[in-house]
């Protein structure tokens, strides 16, 4: 018999029912409501990246391996010859100082502007550069005696100084090894190089 105060069990409820689960394939068709703010003309794919601007000429050197040599001999010769001008027939210290100083400090720091890396390379192509621009300038001013008084008196003779072109010549033909155009050179190549040691 059974029991009055006896409940019946409770009966379980219903698990919900499971909602549906989006394809997130990369195949699935896109959602209308997307579709519709699509405008026709548009491209379906993401917008194109605009094409990057050619490299400029200082990029272009830069990038190349000889590039920083070959603009420190540009400018050394072209400085060397300007120069020249300026160097004084009979020797003079000062003067040469100076001259040479303003040559090594214009080859110095092109090639340090146009490498990319201050290493024992572009340290050598500032040093080569420098010292032949300084050598061209020296021989070629102490040489070169247009204009002088020498050349006043040995047109009285008959005779005829040297000019700018044999003077050139003969900077050419003649060996860099003084020391003077060594140490330009040297204090070119610091001038390159000069900053922090890297500490890979």
Not at 12 to 31: I, L, V
Request: proline share 10%.
């Amino acid at each position: 018999m059974a029991r009055k105060n006896d409940a019946p069990a409770p009966e379980p409820a219903a698990d919900p029912a499971p909602e549906p689960q989006r394809d997130m394939s990369a195949g699935s068709e896109a959602d209308p409501a997307t579709m519709s703010r699509q405008e026709p003309g548009e491209p379906a794919g993401p917008a194109p990246v605009a094409s990057s601007a050619p490299p400029s000429v200082l990029e272009r050197v830069r990038s190349n391996r000889t590039g920083p040599l070959a603009a420190g001999l540009g400018v050394a010769f072209a400085v060397a010859l300007l120069l020249a001008v300026l160097v004084p027939n009979v020797p003079n210290l000062y003067a040469l100082t100076v001259l040479g100083l303003l040559l090594t400090a214009a080859v110095g720091f092109t090639v340090r502007y146009l490498s990319h890396e201050r290493d024992l390379m572009a340290q050598g192509a500032g040093f080569i550069a420098t010292l032949l621009g300084i050598h061209i300038m020296g021989v070629t001013g102490t040489i070169d005696t247009t204009g002088s008084g020498l050349d006043g008196l040995l047109g009285l003779i008959g005779a005829e100084a040297p000019g700018f072109d044999d003077a050139l010549l003969g900077a050419l033909a003649t060996p860099a090894v003084s020391a003077g155009g060594v140490l330009c050179g040297l204090i070119a190549a610091i001038i390159v190089g000069w900053g922090p040691r890297d500490r890979g």
